[in-house]
């Protein structure tokens, strides 16, 4: 779920990576009726893990509002940062 929603969501990879990703896994989650309820999991996780971090950092703490308000929108672009 990780890897499809990194490529699907935030674009982290390029086709070619998910690509490969896809041949050794055997199946393209985002095929998966699923996907879209997992893949807000995911985005919440990745977001709340995020969270324990804004007071580092004016980056951090930015990303993280980055992420919450797209998060609320679901049309929002996803231009979210890895670090």
Known sequence: MVTATEHHSLGWQTKEQ???FVGAY?????????????RAVQEFNMTT??????????E???????????????DAPRDWSPG
Do not use: H, K, P
């Open 60 to 74: 951090t703490a930015a990303e993280y509002a980055r992420r919450i308000s797209s998060l609320r929108n679901e």
């Open 49 to 58: 893990w995020l969270m324990q971090n804004v007071s580092e950092s004016a």
């Open 18 to 20: 998910y690509g490969a």
């Open 26 to 38: 055997g199946r393209d989650l985002r095929t998966w009726s699923g996907f879209s309820t997992l």
